[in-house]
């Protein structure tokens, strides 16, 4: 992708994220693959409206050195994400409501919908307890999405990938609704989940066959 699209395409998603009621204010942050060593990430500390397409930091995946405004204090997560997963093109890491309680919970999340497990995979994991901006919580937040697609990170978040950017958002989306499905389940007398043999299935299916389509 060019900068200049992907600069306006992180603004947008940036403003996307916060009209979707997935984050509020400065919390979280979205980064954006350019090639295989370079990403975007949104800057330190500036709401979402009011960020604009020169605010953004450029950032070498494998050196970790960037140019223009300081990077997100998290951006080594999404530097960790993209040189592990190749295949990632987008990441956002959001404080969604529903996602924020079950982290706070730290209850791992069973395949309770179908798209769930699809999009995410056959669990939802959550990353054990760091400070913020530490090796740590990088270390422990990729051992939790190691296959998967998304994660909760314990009291403190949500992370969501996807191949685009479009994906990684409808991640985000299927995670909140997810986990909300889960909690309110739960109440109703417990959550009844997918056998996670057909949940691994689905979630096998919908990368092979997603990815067919969008090569096609």
Avoid at 133 to 148: D, E, F, Q
């Amino acid at each position: 992708m060019e900068e200049r699209e992907g600069r306006e395409l992180l603004v947008k998603s940036g403003l996307r994220l916060v009209e979707a009621g997935l984050t509020s204010g400065t919390w979280g942050n979205l980064s954006l693959r350019l090639s295989e060593e370079k990403m975007l990430v949104t800057p330190s500390g500036k709401e979402y409206v009011k960020i604009r397409p020169e605010d953004l930091t450029l950032v070498d995946i494998y050196t970790e050195e960037w140019s223009g405004p300081k990077p997100s204090s998290e951006f080594k997560l999404h530097t960790a994400v993209y040189r592990e997963r190749r295949e990632i093109g987008a990441v956002i890491h959001n404080h969604s409501p529903n996602a924020s309680v079950v982290a706070a919970a730290r209850r791992e999340v069973p395949p309770v919908l179908d798209d769930l497990a699809q999009l995410i995979g056959p669990t939802v994991r959550v990353a054990d307890y760091a400070l913020p901006s530490t090796k740590a919580i990088v270390k422990k937040t990729m051992k939790a999405l190691k296959g998967r697609n998304g994660a909760l990170m314990a009291n403190h978040g949500a992370i969501c990938l996807g191949r685009d950017m479009e994906e990684a958002f409808t991640c985000c989306e299927v995670l909140d609704k997810g986990c909300k499905a889960f909690v309110e389940a739960e109440f109703l007398g417990g959550a009844k989940f997918i056998n996670r043999f057909e949940a691994a299935l689905m979630h096998q299916i919908y990368l092979k066959k997603y990815s067919k389509l969008r090569t096609s």
